[in-house]
């Protein structure tokens, strides 16, 4: 074999194998960004709180599905909407929680099973400590923390009388 040929022949291969890796990455971004099936969130927050009040944020996740548990693994929660308040406590209890820069999230790590047609409310208990208005996404991540769904909050924060 000749050196042309045999360099044409490499050049085939290396450019089917990055084909296919481009192909299994596109496949895999398909997957990743699309929506959890049967999972529906809604976001229950006073319209309106003063400053060092304490309330709930109520985060309502049900499972649509029929068969099949649906895992929430995380609930992310915008920096934006929580500039204004202080995370008193987490109703079930979190396993973790952490910053995530990337997205500008508080994140609560909760790995919990939601058996066929029902919900779980995640109750967070907030300190409002700042005046404003505040507003932003809350993620509520299943299967994976790549799969989610997101819901918005908003909430002013007046002063004290």
């Given amino acids: 074999m000749n050196t042309g040929k045999a360099i044409g022949i490499g050049c085939a291969v290396v ?28 976001v229950d927050a006073p319209v309106e709180v003063r400053v060092g ?15 099949k548990d649906l895992l929430v693994t995380d ?15 987490v109703d ?3 396993k973790s929680s952490m910053n995530v820069p990337v997205d500008n999230t508080l994140s609560h790590t ?10 779980q409310i995640f109750t967070f208990t907030l300190r409002a400590v ?3 208005i505040y507003r932003g996404g809350v993620d509520v991540c299943a299967e994976t ?4 769904i997101t ?3 908003q909430t002013v924060v007046t002063e004290e009388k």
């Fill in 15 to 42: 450019s089917l194998l990055g084909i296919i890796v481009i192909g299994a990455a596109g496949v895999w971004f398909y997957y990743a960004v699309q929506d959890p099936k049967g999972l529906s969130v809604s």
């Fill in 151 to 153: 819901a918005q909050a």
């Fill in 75 to 89: 609930i992310d929660i915008s920096k934006k909407y929580l500039e204004g308040f202080f995370v008193v406590r």
């Fill in 53 to 67: 009040e304490t309330f709930d944020m109520k985060v309502i996740v049900k499972n649509e599905r029929t068969k």
């Fill in 110 to 119: 909760f790995d919990l099973q939601i058996p066929p047609e029902e919900e």
């Fill in 130 to 132: 700042k005046a404003g």
């Fill in 92 to 94: 079930p209890k979190e």
């Fill in 145 to 148: 923390s790549y799969n989610f």
